[in-house]
């Protein structure tokens, strides 16, 4: 037996894995991964992967990044931990400056959370605590977004509509209003992202003027749906809404989980719009993949709403165990470092132009609908039929035939249902890029193979047969 199979073994006697049909690996091998460097994972037995996908969309400068590795190095020696209610420690504290003087003006405290979906609950429960604080009680619904996702808590379920996450936990979920998505994928032909956007826009303006007075807060992802399948729409569509919650009186928060610290072209989404939301939720990048730790910015405004006196219970009574965490935060400085020191945002426009580059060609593959880019995010949709964008049912599982070529070529995509997608660590090389745009085009071409009557070469001139 080797190395990799016995690992598996061990882990599959033991182990229940996220997001997984744990059945699945009865015909599907586990990767066993022994250590990491830069964009590559390693296996027990030498083969190497290239990670398209950050580890799940946390890693921004590569494995095992040394001056990460040593911030962390130099914290554990001095403090590994400590109780952030009545205590407080250097790392936390230069953290939150430093995140204030990055993002948009006017957030100015900021509260830690675990993790992403953590930080969501943070968000959402600081938002109807502040309608009773200011003596209106009514204000306590949310509106989302369809096809969005938060995360896989309760309240997080909540306010996303991918059902795939959703259905099944229905009867524990929250009463929100779920407005259409200004997802451009759905745009009529000739129509431009900022006049789709402008358009969809119309359906929050209705929402919003008929219930404002029962809704505490907005909730979005800017610019990108990821979970949803990596849809993305105009950066007016924010701007629309920033004006439209100032005028109804509602909180707009923004979940920049997975599209803050540069994915997007700029450092946060919200710049693209000109806007400062009332909250700013922020994970993944956060630690440069190392670490759970996540910020939720808010205004002075909000935070003088609980400023009173302990008698009055109108104190914000939310925490985790491992709030602040100072190796996290110390993981954190050393990426915010690096993006300070190194034109990361300037670097990844580059990178961002080769990935369109790469894979160019595959706006003409006759099962592909669209290739679509949002900075160092880029998505190619598998449809069953081009014309229509009929999508292929969900039980064909064409996405799975994808990873698995990948894995074969030595390149981990993990594809949403039929939507391949790249989000790479920044540290990535346009060789690299070169690379997983060739496996795609591969796997692509393999999951898509039984769908067309007549030999793909002969419709398709990029195709190569990889068997």
């Known amino acids: 037996m080797g190395l990799n199979a016995e690992w598996m073994q061990r882990d599959l006697a033991v182990l229940w894995h996220p997001c997984t049909q744990m059945k699945d690996h009865e015909r599907l091998p586990l990767v066993p991964i022994r250590r990491g460097e830069g964009i590559w994972l390693e296996d027990f037995e030498g083969k190497r992967y290239l990670d398209a996908v950050s580890s799940w969309w946390v890693n921004v400068f590569g494995h095992a990044n040394p001056r990460i590795n040593q911030r962390i190095k130099d914290q554990v020696d001095q403090l590994e931990h400590v109780i952030l209610a009545g205590f407080s420690h250097q790392p936390v504290i230069e953290l ?142 924010l701007k629309l809404l920033r004006e439209a919650c100032d005028r109804y009186g509602v909180h707009l928060i923004h979940d920049e989980i997975a599209v803050g610290f540069g994915r997007t072209g700029t450092m946060f989404a919200c710049e693209q719009a000109g806007i400062t939301p009332d909250f700013l939720c922020l994970s993944k990048a956060l630690t440069g993949g190392y670490l759970p730790l996540a910020a939720c910015l808010t205004t002075d405004r ?52 080769r990935m369109a580059q790469a894979t160019a060609h595959l706006a003409d593959h006759p099962q592909v609908a669209e290739v679509r880019q949002t900075g160092m995010v880029l998505a190619i949709e598998m449809v069953q039929n081009k014309v229509s964008k009929t999508p292929y049912p969900w039980q064909e599982r064409r996405g799975l035939k994808v990873f698995e070529h990948a894995l074969s070529r030595g390149a981990l995509l993990r594809p949403l249902g039929s939507v391949v997608y790249f989000l790479p660590p920044y540290v990535i090389t346009e060789e690299q890029i070169d690379f997983l745009a060739e496996v795609a085009s591969e796997g692509i071409d393999i999951a898509t193979r039984d769908s067309v009557s007549i030999p793909l070469g002969d419709r398709y001139p990029g195709f190569r047969d990889p068997g």
């Not at 229905?170 to 779920?178: G, V």
């Not at 935070?303 to 009173?308: K, L, M, R, T, V």
């Not at 109108?314 to 990426?335: E, I, K």
């Open 302 to 353: 909000i935070y003088q709403a609980f400023y009173d006196d302990y008698s009055t219970l109108r104190a914000f009574l939310h925490s985790h165990s491992y709030t602040g965490n100072p190796l996290a935060c110390a993981a954190a400085l050393a990426t915010l470092d690096i993006f300070e020191s190194d034109r990361v945002i300037e670097n990844n426009r580059r990178l961002a132009a």
């Open 96 to 237: 939150s400056e430093r995140l204030v003087a990055m993002t948009p003006a006017g957030l100015e405290r900021v509260f830690y959370a675990d993790n992403g979906s953590s930080c969501i609950e943070v968000a959402l429960k600081m938002s109807h605590h502040y309608w009773l604080n200011v003596g209106k009680p009514e204000k306590k619904r949310f509106v989302t977004l369809s096809n969005s996702y938060h995360g896989e808590t309760v309240a997080a379920m909540s306010v996303g509509d991918v059902a795939l996450f959703t259905d099944t936990y229905k009867a524990l979920l929250l009463d929100t209003l779920k407005v259409p998505s200004p997802d451009c994928y759905h745009r009529p032909e000739g129509v431009s992202w900022e006049d789709h956007s402008r358009l969809m826009f119309g359906h929050m303006e209705q929402a919003l003027a008929e219930h404002h007075r029962e809704i505490a807060a907005v909730i979005v992802e800017p610019l990108i749906q990821g979970a949803g399948g990596m849809r993305m729409y105009h950066p007016v569509y």
